[in-house]
């Protein structure tokens, strides 16, 4: 079956440490995205990247940083530069991230909680 | 710079009913508009995606329309069921290459 796997699905961090959210599709999709999701409010861009070893960044990219070595990988490392990482995460795909976009993805994602 | 509005926050409806949820936007040079829905603690679930030349898109009990001019989307769900109970999102994609959310609608149907 062709979808979006992340992992963990619950991921538990003491403050000041880096971690690394996995985020693996094959949907042969050119596209793909990271969100944050926090309680109450929409989701929000935090890193996308439209084609191998490329990205760019979202509205709140300070304090993340991504890479994609791989059509099919896209992970997001969280900083200790992050202020409030705490969080619902979100990956997300598409065929083109070009103009006029098409329809996204989402894949399960993976609850963060740094204490 | 895209801003989308979802009203109500909340919703809740007997059984049955049909219902509409609403989607505004600020910035009409939208590409296209897609919905979703999300069950908690869960990812979202595309539901339908309207592209800007599009008027309405339908999807079994789902029809959603879209109204550039107005800057409104609206998601029209027939003869609601307990199992439609979720968070309804709506987002845009604008010229800014990046897809717009509002923050939802939870939506609960009593049986």
């Known amino acids: 079956d062709g979808g979006i796997t992340q992992s963990p699905k619950y991921l538990f961090r003491k403050e000041g440490q880096n971690v690394t959210l996995s985020c693996e599709q094959n949907?042969?999709?050119?596209?793909m995205y990271w969100y944050r999701q926090d309680p109450g409010q929409g989701l929000r861009l935090i890193y996308y990247?439209?084609?191998?070893?490329?990205?760019q960044k979202g509205d709140i990219a300070e304090g993340y940083s991504v890479s994609r070595e791989k059509k099919e990988s896209f992970p997001l490392t969280v900083t200790s530069a992050q202020k409030n990482p705490t969080a619902f995460y979100l990956c997300?795909?598409?065929?083109?991230?070009?103009?006029?976009?098409?329809?996204?993805?989402f894949g399960p994602g993976t609850r963060l909680t740094v204490t | 710079k895209q801003e989308v509005t979802q009203i109500p926050a909340a919703l809740s409806v007997p059984e049955g009913e049909n219902l509409v949820l609403n989607c505004s936007f600020t910035?009409?040079?939208?590409?296209?508009l897609q919905w979703f829905r999300q069950d908690p603690g869960k990812g979202l679930t595309s539901l339908l995606l309207?592209?800007?030349?599009?008027r309405e898109q339908t999807s079994g009990r789902l029809n959603a329309s879209l109204d550039k001019s107005s800057g409104r989307s609206t998601l029209y769900i027939a003869a609601s069921q307990p199992g439609d109970s979720a968070t309804y999102l709506c987002?845009?994609?604008?010229?800014?290459?990046?897809?717009?959310f509002g923050s939802g609608t939870q939506l609960t149907v009593l049986p």
């Open positions: 990247s439209q084609i191998v070893n490329d990205f």
């Open positions: 997300a795909s598409s065929i083109t991230g070009g103009q006029g976009g098409l329809e996204q993805y």
């Open positions: 949907l042969n999709h050119d596209a």
């Open positions: 910035d009409s040079a939208i590409y296209n």
């Open positions: 987002a845009g994609w604008s010229a800014a290459r990046q897809l717009t």
């Open positions: 309207i592209q800007s030349s599009q």
